[in-house]
């Protein structure tokens, strides 16, 4: 006696959540089926291997019918075939553009294209997330930058409206598509210790400052495109560290207001001009693409890691950058205060995200 | 020109893409209705086309609105070469030609093509004018209202149950005809679509017509069915019960006024004159069928016994006739009379409902049926069905006679069934013989003194279980004992009923779903030798059945079934019998004895203790079965009922003895030297088979019960929550040395791992019933079985006081959360209103969220979805994710009951009756025969909703799917798959809803559309 044909229809389309995970995470049947077991589902129900195997495919069938209409969630919305509830089609959507933290970190800065997706197989192998849940995940970002980009308004919004995200998972998303499009390298090994969470914190801050959404909010791409004019601009920044009188009153003033505040005073003393050489010439460098790509490398390098091998307090870093942008505003030689802010308001917020181990 | 229709095509959405270089589509709409045909402008370039059409008006006959469908189809404008067809919408206009009902057809419906399937929506508004039409020769029947609810729908009152209306129709079936080798399978299938949509349009004017000529303005429990004879045809037949229905005004004056005054005219008439119209019996013919009639008892008698064509045997009518009076004293002699003379100006008094209202029942027989084997023949004159309509009139007077023997005067909860393979045919009628009060059945003259004498004679709860029969003329051999309950009247030790438990019955503890199941082998056979051998077969299958349904009632310490369908299907090489019904404990009838075993050979002792064993066995099944279903009968002081009861009719030799057990009742036995059923021989194998086959029966998990009536006996504290779905399963059988047991085990096995999955599948909504379950058995090929399952999940609480109060504080925290979201909300919560608004209960989450932490790997990034249970509709309100605020497509709710739990019915707008075919030369690429047909069923569950949406409904009630034919050819990689399925779209309003709406607004008349009726936008 062999099963030719077994399903079951809902009214309501039925929805497991573990399966649904399952599914997601790429498991075939077979292997979904083995780790319900393991899950002591039999046991809590009393059911036998065959009906969780029937249960599994059933499920399975029906998510494979479903994901076509994920892929344009308002679809989902407005279709007729399967009767969802809008707390579980917010559910379905959700975790359908849900990503594994291993996962992003591996594509996160890299062009989304064929050959992005060719390297998918050394990520699976590398991360231990199935090709098949690399492969949704992959093509959710290409299809999340393919849609938004070229499009008006904030990206956030944009996202939100064509894909129906909860905030947090589309400001995300926003920050996949930026770094995408910009190419920040996210993978050298140096930067290994960051999370995609402080990368996305990062990029928010950018996109909220650097952007050209940041001026204009009328513009295509507006959150995608660094202001390249700003970018330009930037190299105005470099007098601070050119300059050597400039260079020297920036230190005294800095080194004045936090004598006896830092507890790596006589260290920060010691690298002042190191570290805003740093700081300064990672601005003046922007205007390259290559450059740009570099950002979190030059950051990491020119400053995170002088601070850390000196064994500074995150409180003494946030001390120091205080400090440092704020004692800007007395160098009377220095003409360039507004660029300075938008430069170094968001580099504050995002060399704070980036230190630590 | 009584009817004007117009039709507007307002816009498209989500369409294919029909154009690959521009990846887009240029589509335009031809409306079709008749022979006429409008066609919309061609909206370039766009996947969602905003057509806007003018309204297209088609001038018809009512009888043509009856008949034909309203034909929308929806096509790719191609400059250089045919156009293509993206597909089609069929609308049945017939809701909007009767009063009461819809006024409008409006909404998107699903584009549907035989091929491909649902291919986006169309918004279409469709509108009737009528014109009243005097001519009283009329060949239309708009006005009457159909309803597929076999029980007086909730919002009317019976004023006279007319009776039985029937009719067929035949065809050829296009997909025979030779033009169906040149044309393309699309085209076959739609001009298939098209011609089942006309022959239903055109029946139903038909019963109508029937049923203005009783004098009666609706039919209740309409069935319609398809039987597709191959070669020989297309047959469409329906039956059903003419009534003359009343609105009731309710209190509450929620429904919306009446249409338009010229309309509800039309009805009144129907109520003025209730003399029903006088049928002459029709002469009695020679009855050729193969009959049985189920007693309530454990034996049953064969009245006659004949082959298809060649041999006929008159069988013994009218056997238990006559006897009227005798021992029901001049009071049943009245009231028999009356119902006599009701009754027998009808040629057939059946009656297709199957839950009455009170009083009406009187007294209930047993289960009638019959069974006629035939040879089908090409029909050759489509317009006189002759000889089908012959077959049906032969195996109904089978029926009616069988009901006499019975004492009785009418069958009840009807229906009619065949099963076809090649050119062979069983027909197959049952229902339930019973005495009804005449007070329904026509103008109620003596009705005063008679309701009042039945009052004071039948003391509710068991006046329906007394025989109707005379004890000392019995039909067949019965124990029979006092009342358990009014100690006054006789009645059997087991009572079998085709129909729901009436409401007033006393039942002991729950019921349960029995179910006999049984195969048989049969030699391949051509014609005449097939028809005989499958003859020949039948009467060992029923008496099997019947055999294994009592086994089963006794093991679960039960004695009464409802709801009995017993389904004979036949194949190629083999017979499949399945009998569904739900067993109760009725209060007012004896406790039923135990199973006896007994073995042939007594002298073996380890045999002994083998029997021994398994009668220990069996005992503790009945004992924990007892327990499970909570049946625990009063224990009846053996006083009362070993102490005759002084009443001078009594007659000392009837006495019972004391012990229960029921073979030792010897005076009434008529079947001289009969076994007793309930001792099980086990003389070989076979028997052995059939007594563990018995203990293998699982009951369901802890928390769900199931059944296959409306209503599970002995609970009634139904929550909101519902879930209706259909299963499907079809297994190969090894072709390699069958036997009957090899086959029985496997079917056995499909079923109970089929009710497993069901089981597995809902946990998340324990406590929970399966009500209506309803089994379809088919033999599409030699070795495959399919059984289809179509049932309604309801949950119910276990302790309600408690949730009420929990409910009420969840509700005010959701409030007081959403407070500020109010305004925003408010149009959202209108038309969601057909959610159910019930938080789940706490138990039931916590449940939830220990399952879904039951360790699965790979932690995805926290993604912060609130939890909701896996079937809830409700927890819209304090859904806290906004980007699906805008949704717009409103719920619709499915069930194959009359009702909706915690709501009230208030609007019928008329009938669903849908044909489709779907067909795919791509099975692998569609995830194969599973794929295929779970897309298709999930299309069939939209169409349908959608239709109710756009009549301004939110429920399907009566829902039931009548055919699922699937067909596959694996080596070709083709399947195809016809459904039908049929209900009533209503409107309905959550009983919380409706105390609100009429403290809030005692006098505005309350659209429906501020109750979900506006489900699209």
Redesign the interface.
Known sequence: MTSELDIFVGNTTLIDEDVYRLWLDGYSVSDAVALRVRSGILEQTGATAAVLQSDTMDHYRTFHMLERLLHAPPKLLHQLIFQIPPSRQALLIERYYAFDEAFVREVLGKKLSKGTKKDLDDISTKTGITLKSCRRQFDNFKRVFKVVEEMRGSLVDNIQQHFLLSDRLARDYAAIVFFANNRFETGKKKLQYLSFGDFAFCAELMIQNWTLGAVDSQVDDMDMDLDKEFLQDLKELKVLVADKDLLDLHKSLVCTALRGKLGVFSEMEANFKNLSRGLVNVAAKLTHNKDVRDLFVDLVEKFVEPCRSDHWPLSDVRLFLNQYSASVHSLDGFRHQALWDRYMGTLHGCLLRLYHD | MPGKLKVKIVAG??LPVMDRASDLTDAFVEVKFGNTTFKTDVYLKSLNPQWNSEWFKFEVDDEDLQDEPLQITVLDHDTYSANDAIGKVYIDIDPLLYSEAATVISG?F?IYDTIHG?RG?INVVVKVDLFNDLNRFRQSSCGVKFFCTTSIPKCYRAVIIHGFVEELVVNEDPEYQWIDRIRTPRASNEARQRLISLMSGELQRKIGLKVLEMRGNAVVGYLQCFDLEGESGLVVRAIGTACTLDKLSSPAAFLPACNSPSKEMKEIPFNEDPNPNTHSSGPSTPLKNQTYSFSPSKSYSRQSSSSDTDLSLTPKTGMGSGSAGKEGGPFKALLRQQTQSALEQREFPFFTLTAFPPGFLVHVGGVVSARSVKLLDRIHNPDEPETRDAWWAEIRQEIKSHAKALGCHAVVGYSESTSICEEVCILSASGTAAVLNPRFLQDGTVEGCLEQRLEENLPAGCGFCHIPYDELNMPFPAHLTYCYNCRKQKVPDVLFTTIDLPTDATVIGKGCLIQARLCRLKKKAQAEANATAISNLLPFMEYEVHTQLMNKLKLKGMNALFGLRIQITVGENMLMGLASATGVYLAALPTPGGIQIAGKTPNDGSYEQHISHMQKKINDTIAKNKELYEITPPEISEEIIGSPIPEPRQRSRLLRSQSESSDEVTELDLSHGKKDAFVLEIDDTDAMEDVHSLLTDVPP?SGFYSCNTEIMPGINNWTSEI????????????SLNLTNQALNK?FN??CE?LL??????L?SMIPCCLCHVNFTVSLPEDE?I?VTVTAVAITFDKNQALQTTKIHVEKSLQRASTDNEELLQFPLELCSDS?PSHPFPPAKEHLESA??N?????A??A????K?S???????RN?S?P???????G????TPLSFIPGAKITKYLGIINMFFIRETTSLREE?G???F???F???V??MV??HVAALGGNAVVSYIMKQCV?MENPNKNQAQCLINVSGDAVVFVRESELEVVSTQQPTANCQPSCTGGEVTT
């Open positions: 959405r989500h998107w699903p649902i929506e998990p879930q209706m779905f259909t299963s499907v399963r079809v297994i190969r059988l090894s496997n096995d499909l791992n497993k999955s069901l089981y597995f599948k946990r495959l399919q959610l399952s879904s039951s360790g699965i790997p790979a995805q990034r993604v912060t979805v609130e909701a896996p079937m809830g509709e409700g927890n819209f859904r994710a980007p699906c605020a805008n949704s717009t497509v719920v619709v709710k499915m995830g025969v599973s794929g047909l779970h897309a069923i999930a299309e569950f939209a909703r959608a699937f």
